[in-house]
């Protein structure tokens, strides 16, 4: 079973910032915060990860709170091309190397 | 650098015949995960491999479905004697190395499995 949970569905305005949050109050000191998305079918992309500090990329910013157990995906300015399913996943560094995929949160960018 | 490639995209099977689904992984990727997903529902993970070694096959069922990763050549799942349940994208994914927490996995496009 998914150890996050996530809003069904969000909207954003294109060209505004989307910020996608997840509940992981379980998480364990070895586990890893892990956002991926699913645009139409097609296969899961990577997008970023972090362990207990704020993490940023090219696509997007990670933002953990301080106890872990929640975090938020920023994608900062919205486009029509990341509409998509957006999924958080927590998973131990090392050992069981599985994701396990929740249902995710459904993002609209609307124009 | 070419990514995870999977083939075919699409494959129709009538019930009870065999379907064979190829994965080839990114280059100097040694690890494969097969991944379902069913219509409007979440991927669901099948079976993580390394070459020529199944290393997690707790998502797999537990008849029809076998799986394997030769020392040459792509990775291969096999479902015998489809019924209309098999009906599903399935996703590849590979990753360099145990360690895939530095890197995330890289998926395929997934086969659209349709049995008719």
């Known amino acids: 079973d998914a150890k996050t949970t996530q809003p069904t569905s969000m909207d954003c305005a294109e060209g505004r910032a989307a910020n996608l949050p997840c509940n992981h109050s379980t998480i364990s000191g070895n586990e890893y915060v892990y956002w991926y998305r699913q645009i139409h079918s097609q296969g899961p992309q990577y997008i970023i990860h972090g362990l207990k500090n704020n993490e940023t990329n090219e696509m997007a910013s990670l933002i953990i709170t301080e106890d872990r157990k929640s975090s938020t995906l920023i994608l900062p300015h919205a486009t029509l091309r990341d509409t998509a399913v957006y999924y958080c996943i927590v998973r131990v560094g090392s050992g069981s190397e599985k994701l396990v995929f929740g249902k995710g949160t459904k993002l609209t960018v609307n124009p | 650098n070419a990514g995870v490639m999977q083939n075919p995209r699409h494959l129709v099977r009538r019930r009870g015949q065999e379907a064979r689904l190829r994965c080839s992984p990114m280059k100097g990727h040694s690890h494969v995960y097969w991944y379902r997903q069913l219509p409007e529902e979440g991927l669901k993970f099948m079976v993580y491999?390394?070459?020529?070694?199944?290393?997690?096959e707790s998502g797999m069922p537990k008849e029809r479905f076998s799986a394997e990763f030769p020392k040459e050549g792509p990775s291969i799942l096999r479902i015998q004697q489809v019924v209309r349940g098999d009906s599903a994208a399935y996703f590849c994914?590979?990753?360099?190395?145990?360690?895939?927490?530095?890197?995330?996995?890289?998926f395929g496009s997934g086969t659209r499995l349709t049995i008719v």
């Open positions: 491999l390394q070459k020529e070694n199944i290393i997690d």
């Open positions: 994914a590979s990753s360099p190395t145990s360690g895939a927490r530095l890197y995330g996995y890289t």
